[in-house]
């Protein structure tokens, strides 16, 4: 547990080299969300409700949608994976004491840590500036469901990472499939916009998946769209879901080291 | 005198474009190692663009226009900052290539051949693939612009005008890119400048009539000129003929791509060769 703990530590360290990346980043959210209440508020300034969202709501999904995508997020980590099959440095970490599915989810935990910790303060910016906009929900029974959701909506992501970044054990080139993959995860948990907005029976069948319960499900939670009683049921699919990567990861990795080549050592 | 520096000039822009066809033919060759991956990615883009159609289509459906822009109007915006974007990543990989050759100390290769390392750079990293950006944003356009009821006239002189201003469009977002990537020259990894670049050009896609503040249209015109990029080349095939718009565009593209030049000079003396 205590070289696992290291990477963590380190891959957090890694990203404070780079403070010019965290400076951009920032600004980037900060221009994002700015960019998105902008145009919400224009919008609502037509219509007082769009499918049952008022501003303040709409405002709170932008915003707190926004804390739970980066506090989830995978950081592109398929690419990490499929570039050490592809340069072969998969070979050097097989030969150490540790198991890489957990180094690369140590790395995972760096990363996310390490955003989670910027996103705090651009999120303390937001918060201040817009307070009077959202809407503050600190039931501690909902806040606790949403933070089980968040933590296992990250793994469900890595794992999903960890399924297409293993494929380059047979495909080599990767970015294609996690390009496309992505833009359906993305949309499909509602990060792009609320899939309220859709037919009720799209919303159903993004039911289905697991993307949904990593952002929208818990926003519905937070603005008391659906009940507590439904927030652990969101909380049950994404176990099985959790479950299910989980055993596809195992069984892709079973049979992607026998087919590994060690290709670039 | 005159005439012979005419012709090197043509000369120039002929070699010029050789390169670039070279560049492109290279880069479509060795997208297409990969098949698999060069078919998903269109897939990709063709769903980025059907989502966004699906989103603009969604709020649309409670208000009949957005600042004073109607559906059709609106789809023009997003169809001319996908040609602009799709010609970005086809063309010059969006930049990536200069935060590559930085980082990893690439660049020294470009710098020692006999033609402009900026342009080598930018080059070098095209992805192909993102020619489907082009030909969906194409599609949409095709679809939305019968809707303006225009004259046979008046689309041919605003469509004119209209491809002028995606030129100066295209000129702004490269300029603007290679000033950002050119940053890594202090900070060696930028790619979260990438973020940067990423996030504020997604303001694009809406027409920036929407930004009503007095403050943030300037910014938005001046510092970030996001409002040259889609939404002047849209209002110009849409409305037709505006001086105004037309010759702040073609100055601003003008100025932005003199900085950025400038800019990139100005780094480039500071290139250490890191990891070369």
Redesign the interface.
């Known amino acids: 547990m205590k070289k696992y703990l290291l990477i963590i530590t380190d891959e957090f360290q890694r990203h404070l080299a780079y403070r010019a990346n965290i400076t951009a980043y920032s600004i980037g959210h900060i221009i994002d969300v700015s960019a998105q209440v902008i145009i919400w508020s224009v919008i609502f300034s037509q219509v007082s409700i769009i499918k049952g969202y008022t501003l303040t709501e709409m405002m709170t999904y932008v915003v707190f949608g926004w804390f739970f995508q980066h506090a989830s997020s995978n950081y592109n980590f398929e690419e990490r994976v499929a570039r050490d099959i592809e340069r072969g440095t998969l070979s050097s970490l097989l030969i150490k004491p540790i198991s890489y599915l957990r180094y690369i989810t140590a790395c995972a935990i760096g990363r996310v840590g390490f955003a989670f910790a910027t996103v705090w303060g651009i999120a303390v910016i937001l918060l201040l500036l817009m307070h009077d906009r959202l809407i503050f929900n600190f039931n501690p029974i909902i806040l606790l469901i949403i933070l089980i959701m968040v933590v296992i909506g990250f793994f469900i992501k890595l794992l999903f990472s960890l399924i297409i970044g293993l494929f380059a054990i047979w495909v080599v080139e990767i970015s294609g499939t996690y390009f496309s993959l992505n833009i359906i995860a993305k949309f499909l948990s509602g990060a792009m916009f609320p899939i309220a907005l859709l037919p009720s029976f799209f919303i159903n069948l993004t039911l289905l998946f697991p993307f949904a319960y990593t952002l929208f499900v818990p926003l519905q939670l937070y603005l008391g769209k659906i009940s507590i009683y439904q927030g652990v049921i969101g909380v049950g699919v994404e176990l099985v879901w959790l479950i299910i990567l989980y055993g596809i990861v195992k069984l892709i990795w079973h049979f992607g080291l026998k087919k590994y080549e060690s290709v670039g050592i | 005198m005159k005439l012979l520096a005419i012709k090197r000039f043509f000369r120039k822009i002929k070699r010029i474009m050789i390169i670039l066809g070279i560049a492109m033919r290279s880069r479509l060759m060795y997208r297409l ?2 098949r ?9 883009i063709f ?2 663009m059907a ?1 966004t159609v ?2 603009f289509k ?2 649309y459906g ?2 009949v226009q ?2 004073g822009w109607q559906y059709h109007e609106a789809l023009i915006v997003v169809a001319s900052y996908m040609i602009i974007e799709g010609f970005m990543w086809a063309t010059v990989g969006y930049l990536n290539g200069v935060s590559e050759a930085i980082f990893e100390g690439k660049l020294d290769q470009f710098l020692v051949k006999p033609i402009d390392a900026q342009f080598l750079a930018s080059v070098n990293r095209a992805d192909p ?1 993102d020619w489907a950006r082009v030909v969906t944003a194409l599609y949409l356009l095709f679809q939305v612009v019968p809707m303006l009821h225009l004259t046979l006239l008046q689309a041919f002189i605003n469509g004119a005008l209209y491809l002028v201003l995606l030129f100066a469009g295209f000129s702004i977002i490269y300029s603007f890119a290679l000033i950002i990537r050119s ?1 890594g020259f ?8 990438w ?6 050009l ?2 694009a896609r ?1 027409p920036t009539d ?4 007095k403050a ?1 249209r300037i910014f938005f015109s001046t510092i970030v000129p996001l409002t040259f990029l889609a939404t002047v080349p849209a209002k110009v095939l849409i409305h037709g003929l505006n001086f105004q718009l037309i010759i702040s565009a073609i100055l601003v593209a003008l100025v932005f791509f003199l900085l950025s030049r400038k800019f990139w000079l100005f780094g480039l003396s500071r290139y250490t060769s890191s990891s070369s």
């Open positions: 190692t990969h698999f991956s060069f078919f998903l990615t269109v897939v990709g769903l980025q989502i699906v989103f969604a709020i409670f208000t957005i600042s693939e940053i202090w900070t060696t990894d930028a790619f979260g400048i973020a940067l670049i990423d996030n504020t997604t303001a809406f929407i930004f009503s503040n943030v």
